[in-house]
């Protein structure tokens, strides 16, 4: 006799109408969610040691908190599988030492969206993407992730769009950022080594960010010419909100390559961005940004006001990942400051 397939214990009617109650509990980020049983948090579960009633999520202002069984809960919702699940739980370590994610960046105007980094050999064992298509759609770690963040952060920590969540426009991607650093083709350390831990560890990284912004760059003839793109690019008007403003760049393999073959190090590379990114007083001034309002100025005309407060990773993160087809980098503007620290998985 034939086995029966699994196919054929499946019900549309009752899965469509499953997801309709779903959608009219309220819970959905807009897309149609995994129904999460008693049984599926548990397999979540145990993929991790920590007790399930540890609180790893709050908003401490509004007194609220997610515990690990919460988490996973919205794990299974957001459509991971059961061995993403250290990385989610990661993802939130990270989070928990972000100053403006305790504070109120969830409920900015900016509706600043969590990058999550991935580094080590769970990148491949889980098949988190790296290369081409990096900050798109089509890989289930990469997407579902941060939508388990994302979930949380709506039915745990109640952060609602029309309510809590004020973003003026918002951003595309708040909730599908993550990516794999291409360790194997990048000539520098990984993120995670400036982020405290030892290569080749399995490691989790997350930085909010308000904006990408390409640097497409494919024709220079010489790595200084690729070097003022981005200043150029990180440097404009229109992202110009505080004094100081930090920035990281997704860069191309092609174009870390073409520095690392001019011999500069990623640190070089950082403090020469840094050295040369920011704009004059005149230059802000004629835009309605002039900075001669602050405290300490008045400011001349042809004073130049840098954007980085100084050359440390925190202020001006570098993760290497995407094709190698065009040299085209990602500049990813940051909401406040990284923290600087990566987290293992546990």
Not at 152 to 167: I, Y
Not at 178 to 205: F, H, I, K, T, Y
């Amino acid at each position: 006799m034939n086995s029966p397939s699994p196919t054929d214990a499946l019900d549309p009617v009752a899965a469509s109408l499953v997801t309709e109650y779903l959608f009219d509990q309220g819970w959905s980020d807009g897309l149609p969610l995994v129904p999460a049983t008693e049984e599926s948090v548990e397999t979540f579960l145990a993929h991790t040691d920590r007790e399930a009633d540890e609180i790893i999520a709050q908003l401490p202002q509004l007194g609220r908190k997610a515990s690990v069984r919460d988490v996973a809960t919205h794990a299974v919702m957001a459509g991971c599988r059961p061995e993403y699940f250290p990385l989610v739980l990661a993802a939130w370590d990270a989070l928990s030492v972000e100053r403006s994610a305790l504070g109120g960046g969830w409920q900015s105007t900016s509706g600043p969206a969590p990058l999550v980094i991935v580094n080590g050999p769970i990148r491949d064992e889980l098949g988190v993407n790296s290369a081409g298509g990096v900050l798109g759609p089509g890989f289930r770690p990469n997407a579902t992730i941060p939508r388990a963040l994302g979930l949380t952060v709506r039915n745990s920590l109640g952060v609602v769009p029309h309510a809590l969540e004020q973003a003026t426009q918002g951003i595309p991607g708040r909730w599908t950022m993550c990516v794999g650093e291409d360790e194997e083709n990048s000539p520098w350390e990984p993120l995670s080594v400036d982020g405290g831990l030892q290569a080749g560890e399995n490691a989790v990284s997350t930085i909010l960010v308000r904006t990408c912004e390409f640097v497409d760059n494919r024709h220079f003839h010489d790595p200084v010419e690729v070097l003022r793109d981005f200043a150029d690019t990180i440097g404009r008007a229109g992202a110009w909100i505080f004094r100081y403003s930090s920035v990281g760049i997704v860069m191309n393999p092609d174009h870390a390559r073409v520095f690392a073959e001019a011999g500069m190090s990623k640190q070089d590379v950082r403090e020469w961005i840094v050295a040369h990114a920011g704009k004059t007083e005149a230059e802000l001034t004629a835009v309605g940004k002039g900075l001669s309002r602050l405290s300490d100025g008045p400011f001349d005309p042809d004073h130049f006001h840098p954007v980085f407060a100084d050359a440390s990773p925190a202020c001006l993160p570098i993760i290497v990942a995407g094709s190698r087809n065009a040299a085209m980098s990602m500049v990813v503007r940051v909401f406040s400051t990284w923290s600087g620290r990566s987290f293992p998985l546990s």
